[in-house]
């Protein structure tokens, strides 16, 4: 799918952290760090690494959902500060809903899982790659929006959108 876009895509060795391909686009020469998680079905297992913020401007996520044959996988391409934020707030909101009786939930957030629900608005979403990830439009549920502002919920200590001003344009 990268290429299809104009990236040529390599596969980065062992050891380099937080990144599985490394892309350059043909035309521009933009430069993209591709983390990739797959599951046949049900969700990503994120952890803790998933609540990590992008160092770089240009780390990205992509969610591929393979589902039965012979059906086509599905893609969905989320910027790392937003697969932070989500995973933050997914776990944090399942942990403390305060319909559920204190002391069923007690998973840490290094079990923090979250499905396609999540990335549903980014599907196929390869044309937003490239530019400053940081700055690129928020696609998440708008529930997400409204939880990040809970005194129970809200966001990792180091995530850039703790600062109100840096949260890019969310869709609603």
């Known amino acids: 799918m990268l290429a299809r876009y104009g ?9 380099l952290e937080r990144t599985d391909v490394l892309a350059v686009h043909s035309e521009t020469r933009e430069m993209v760090e591709v983390q990739v998680k797959i599951v046949r079905s ?7 690494k998933g ?7 240009r780390e990205w996520y992509v969610f591929v959902l393979l589902g039965a044959p012979p059906g086509l996988p599905e893609s969905y391409v989320v910027p790392r500060d937003h697969v932070a934020a989500a995973t933050w ?9 305060p319909d ?17 629900e999540a990335w549903v608005r980014d599907r196929d979403a390869w044309d937003q790659l490239g530019g400053d990830a940081r700055r690129t439009t928020v696609r998440l549920p ?20 703790r ?10």
């Open 42 to 48: 049900g969700s990503w297992m994120l952890g803790r």
């Open 7 to 15: 990236w040529a895509a390599s596969l980065t060795r062992d050891g």
């Open 100 to 116: 559920v009786p204190t002391g069923k939930r007690n998973a840490p957030i290094e079990m923090a899982r979250l499905g396609p």
């Open 51 to 57: 609540t990590l913020p992008d160092r770089s401007g």
């Open 163 to 172: 600062d109100s001003r840096s949260i890019p344009e969310w869709i609603e």
């Open 142 to 161: 708008v529930w997400m929006r409204s939880a990040m502002d809970l005194d129970r919920v809200g966001l990792p200590a180091d995530h850039p959108w």
């Open 89 to 97: 707030i997914g776990h944090q909101a399942w942990l403390t809903d």
